[in-house]
């Protein structure tokens, strides 16, 4: 029987560098959307119902040193440990197949430490390497805020209740339309406060506390300041943290830009967009460290993983803040989008309150990268 390995392992790998060499037996369709990326990651796409007679006529594509460690993949795990069967009966020595496969993949979050608080306390980003979201817990004397929270609350209880953190403020800087946000549920559980920003909440079936430009939340010796600004969606507002930190929110990535359409309304958010980049965020300072609530892929990543830069950084290396042209950018946000997330409807429906799906219907309305950003 072949050996296994969790993906909080495979995580920790990826995140510190490590060369890894990944055998994905999904479909080709499943394989071309969306597989595990890194740094040092080496994929190749064999299909299991391919090698059901063997492996051999795919040597070619593998290792020639039969030595080396070869991880086999599938949807949820199943699979991938009849291919790492094959891979061991082809002599490959060190073979392991990831436990739960893309489905866990998918759902891990992997905490890192961001920095200290000049006010005292620390930040933390919660980095979701299958779906590219991240998310962040602010802890200054015992309290803490999360902001931008996934669905999978476990891991922020476990790590606050490790760490002796009491969790008061729960916010979102927008309402999500790639993946469902544990935010009111979180607030619920820990008899927090949940923050939405009022012009994105307007059809929501819960009560929320708003959140408005210039409104000031403490968390033991730090305040949380909010910044409307609108683009990504009519109520998108970002959160300066400290003064050191610029949350964004889904408006400014670091190596792109928010794209304004998940709600329909591209033509009629463009405006907003450019206003927030080119003169909300222009009048901040450059030293703001940027926390953004997505990434695209591995080449964003510091070398211990985080996703992070300098305000002053982005603005002279990320093309989505260097277009001078006003038409040039409408055409720019506009004609420049990837598809959309998968069930983006029924995943802003789910955070309005309108939709209850399921535990796993949930888990397969998120499957697939996200598709935050233009271009």
């Not at 929501?204 to 969606?233: K, M, N």
């Not at 030293?287 to 990543?301: Q, S, T």
Request: glycine residues 8%.
């Amino acid at each position: 029987m072949a050996k296994t390995i969790s993906v909080k392992e495979i995580a920790n790998k990826i995140m510190r560098g490590e060369e890894l060499f990944i055998v994905d037996a999904r479909n080709p369709e499943d394989f071309a959307d969306w597989r595990i990326e890194g740094k040092g990651v080496e994929v190749v796409n064999i299909p299991y119902f391919e090698v059901l007679d063997g492996i051999e006529p795919y040597l070619d594509r593998l290792p020639k040193e039969k030595s080396k460690t070869i991880y086999a993949v599938c949807a949820k795990g199943g699979s991938s440990e009849f291919v790492a069967e094959q891979l061991e009966a082809a002599g490959y020595t060190d073979v392991y197949s990831i436990e739960g496969g893309m489905k866990a993949w998918s759902e891990h979050l992997e905490p890192v430490k961001i920095g200290e608080l000049k006010s005292g306390g620390t930040i933390y980003q919660f980095v979701r390497l299958g779906k590219g979201c991240l998310s962040y817990l602010v802890e200054s004397n015992g309290e803490g805020a999360l902001i931008d929270t996934n669905r999978m609350t476990d891991a922020y209880v476990r790590f606050a209740n490790e760490h002796g953190i009491t969790i008061k403020h729960v916010l979102d800087t927008h309402l999500h339309a790639d993946h469902i946000s544990g935010g009111r549920k979180l607030a619920e559980e820990l008899g927090a406060t949940y923050y939405l920003p009022p012009k994105d909440a307007e059809e929501v079936t819960f009560t929320y506390t708003p959140i408005q430009d210039g409104d000031r939340i403490h968390v033991g010796h730090v305040v949380i300041e909010a910044l409307y600004s609108p683009g990504h969606t009519i109520g998108s507002t970002s959160f300066i943290v400290d003064d050191q930190y610029l949350l964004t929110g889904d408006i400014l990535f670091i190596d792109s830009i928010g794209r304004p359409d998940l709600a329909g309304k591209a033509q009629d958010w463009v405006s907003d967009l450019r206003e927030t980049l080119y003169r909300r965020y222009k009048q901040l300072a450059d030293d703001l460290i940027v926390l953004p609530a997505h990434y695209m892929g591995p080449k964003e990543m510091n070398e211990d993983g985080s996703v992070a830069e300098r305000l002053g950084v982005l603005y002279e290396k990320n093309h989505g803040l260097n277009i001078s042209s006003d038409e040039e950018f409408r055409r720019t946000v506009t004609e420049n989008l990837p598809p959309q997330p998968n069930a983006y409807k029924e995943i802003r429906q789910t955070n309005m309150g309108k939709l209850h799906p399921t535990e796993e219907e949930q888990r397969e309305m998120e499957i697939g990268p996200n598709r935050c950003a233009v271009r």
